[in-house]
């Protein structure tokens, strides 16, 4: 399959991490697409890119110029967010696998072109089971992650170990071990399909029983009278994410017959998530059926702040807040922290007071610089008080 005049589609790609690198490998080997070029911000050589190193660029404007659609997983907010905002002014279509970016400025970059997450990490992957189940006649009540390990303060020395034993960077082995990048993904979900959390921090079920877990939730969500985004820990439960859901009474014999078991709730999951792999499709049907899977939505509920790993001294500055030792993200509800501050907006920010564990860092708390993130995350906030006054009134 072809774009609609004939010619392979021409893929930009932001970011030569992991998902950059793997998706340029994948493209490359397909008879629909073509790379284009690739944005980089790395100074010479880049390994293991599956393409030769004349498709990289370090000029955004080469990028667009040679492309009908951009994919962009870069992990950087503030960085994301200028490269979609130029994309836009191009015209081009973009597909994100960057929760990072999503519940920061998604919403407000979805007011400016068209932008969709890519189905293969986990907010793709439930949004695309949501479409499945629904269709089945399936009233979900909790939109889950599966998360086989947590240490919510691990060591610099650990994730030293960890990362290069996995072969990832250091910040991204920490996000996802301090539990920062689920709760990332599960606000994106929340956000994006109407969800609601039932807590700070979410739930986070322990469990050896994978089922057993997810209908913990589901009893927790009905009681709640909610439908919730949240997660599971489990070492024992396969990788992936579900859905616990219930169906009409009149069909449990049938539900029974086909191995659901007796209900009232049942446990639908995808084991896997393929990440760069799913990538392609979702741009077909981007580009071929307008479908947007996934968005932050037009008036997000749910955010990540920053929840401080240790007393930190006025005067220090947090270099990085995903994946940083100082701080990790915890989901939150807007409404109940106005002024948190995004964990995503926290790059090279000095703390005007002193910090305890524990804390929750809000803007009164630091000096940031300006920057286009910054600007789009208020007026979501502007946006959102707007929307609360008009429902008052």
Known sequence: MKSQNGKKLRIGIAGTGGIGRGLAKLIARRDDMVISKILTRRKGKIEDLGVGQDFLTTEPERLFESSDLIVVSTGDTLYSTRVIHSAFEYGLPVVTMDADTQVVTGSWLSKRGVITEANGDQPGCLAALNQEIIQMGFDPLVYGNIKGFLNKNPSLEDMLFWGQKQGYSLSSVTSFTDGTKLQIEQALIANGLGLDIVQQGLVGYETSDFEKGAFALAEIAQNEKKVISDYIISRESPPGVFIAATHQEDLAAELKTYKMGDGPFYLLYKPMHLCFFEIPNTILNLVNHDEILLDNGATPSVSVGAIAKKDLSAGSVIDKGIGGMEVRGEALKIEDAMTHVPIGL????????????????????????DSLALTAWKSTLTDLSLKKESVRR
Not at 346 to 369: A, C, M, W, Y
């Open 346 to 369: 926290l790059s090279n920010v000095e703390l005007k007071r002193n910090i305890e564990q524990g804390e929750l860092i809000t803007f009164d708390d630091i000096h940031i610089p």
